[in-house]
């Protein structure tokens, strides 16, 4: 299944990509459901419920049109949003880096948060913005201290997110909570995909394209740390609930490393893609 937030008329709604149509999910689910991290806390039993009755009746409900409703983040302001540095062998191999011997770590903070199709602000204190496609696994069950073996049954689904930074902030400050958290500089979605429509996350062709030329290409294959070893090293000492998001890195081809070097200004349009999991566009704009 393909969940995804949206809004539509100023009401937040729960919405289900069915055989390619966009569904309003209240229509057919408990209409207390608005939004996927209310379906992510249901009990197993009662999402196969909910799957099951889209299933059977997706084809009643008249298809929503994208170009009228706002698609909204998947992660939610009160979940995680917890990021990787360095974490593709290419993309350490572009920088003349050696590969990390554990996870970098680190947060975009809840201000950042934005869905697909928005508009990322450009503020005036930053000249050096950049892009960076990532694969992104929420956490559907509350876990800590899980192993690697056992750490995909706690995985809720997929999504695609566009880690954008400020590189002189990230330059000058001497770390990234500033660099990487600046309004809506954390754009994920469009869909929430669900673990059976990716049954190998780590066999997936990545990319970004700016303004239609080709910047960023990978495949997950490249990982350093895979999705089960971030789980397990997570929840060792910070117990994941559901709906937190753990974006799993980006690969080579970001504007700081190329000569000369490329970022992104007002009136660009980045869309970055995850095989399977979706496309996530957004075009940069002027800060009010």
């Known amino acids: 299944m393909r969940w995804f937030n949206f809004e539509i008329n100023g009401t937040r709604r729960l919405g289900v990509s069915w055989h390619d149509r966009l569904l309003d999910a209240t229509v057919l689910t408990d209409p207390r459901l608005h939004r996927v991290l209310d379906y992510l806390f249901l009990t197993t039993e009662e999402r196969k419920k909910i799957d099951a009755e889209v299933e059977r009746h997706g084809d009643c409900i008249p298809p929503l049109d994208p170009s009228r409703i706002r698609f909204l983040s998947i992660a939610e302001p009160e979940t995680k949003f917890m990021c990787i540095g360095q974490n593709y062998a290419d993309h350490c191999r572009e920088q003349n880096v050696a590969p990390p011997t554990a996870p970098i770590l680190f947060c975009k903070m809840n201000n950042a948060l934005a869905g697909h199709g928005e508009i ?5 204190t930053t000249t050096s913005i950049d892009f960076e496609v990532e ?3 929420v956490i559907g069950r509350p876990c800590h201290r899980v192993s690697r073996a056992e750490a995909l049954q706690y995985v809720a689904g997929y999504t695609v997110v566009n880690d954008i930074s400020a590189r002189d ?4 400050d001497g770390q990234w909570v500033r660099a990487k958290s600046l309004d809506k500089f954390g754009p994920n979605g469009p869909f929430l995909v669900t673990p059976e429509e990716v049954p190998n996350p780590h066999n997936l062709n990545i990319w970004l394209d700016l303004n239609g030329r080709r910047m960023q290409q990978s495949n997950t294959c490249n990982l350093i740390f ?9 929840s060792r000492d910070i117990t994941l609930l559901p709906g937190d998001l753990i974006s799993t ?6 504007g700081c490393f190329r000569n000369p070097p490329v970022f992104v200004k007002p009136g660009d349009k980045m869309e970055a893609t995850v095989e399977t999991v979706g496309t996530l566009v957004n075009w940069l704009g002027r800060a009010n």
């Open 120 to 124: 990322i602000p450009v503020p005036a």
């Open 135 to 137: 694969l992104a696994v």
């Open 169 to 172: 902030h990230q330059r000058n």
């Open 226 to 234: 895979d999705i089960p070893y971030l789980i397990e090293y997570y």
């Open 249 to 254: 890195g980006t690969p080579p081809g970001v």
